[in-house]
């Protein structure tokens, strides 16, 4: 069984930045995946940045590229999505997934390949 929790949510300002983390317990294997989602009401739930925890597969939506930095501390077992210069868009509960499947490529951008989620942690841009 894997759990995950997120934190570091809160309300910022267009062009500000914040720094997401996702602590996860329990047995992970090191080519399985750690992904982060988001959901804005009434929209889809979609992919942002994937990272496994071991090699060097890194996946970013466009909408983030260049923007956000997805990287993990193994020691730690936690996965970090550091978020910069964020706009209005942004905006959304941010969730950390576990994808168990192992695999050497890129990680997978599909909600439905992640088995185990946590409750998520609000990011709020306004002006």
């Known amino acids: 069984q894997v759990q995950l929790v997120e934190s570091g949510g809160g309300l910022v300002q267009p062009g500000d930045s914040l720094r997401l983390s996702c602590a996860a317990s329990g047995r992970t294997g090191s080519r399985s995946a750690m992904g982060w989602f988001r959901q804005a009401p009434g929209k889809e739930r979609e992919f942002v940045a994937g990272i496994r925890w071991s090699g060097g597969s890194i996946l970013y939506a466009d909408s983030v590229k260049g923007r956000f930095t997805i990287s993990r501390d193994n020691d730690k077992n936690t996965v970090y999505l550091q978020m910069n210069s964020l706009k209005p868009e942004d905006t959304a509960v941010y969730y950390c997934?576990?994808?168990?499947?192992?695999?050497?490529?890129?990680?997978?951008?599909?909600?439905?390949?992640?088995?185990?989620w946590g409750q998520g942690t609000q990011v709020t841009v306004s002006s």
């Open positions: 997934a576990a994808d168990l499947r192992t695999g050497w490529g890129t990680v997978s951008y599909r909600n439905y390949d992640y088995a185990y």
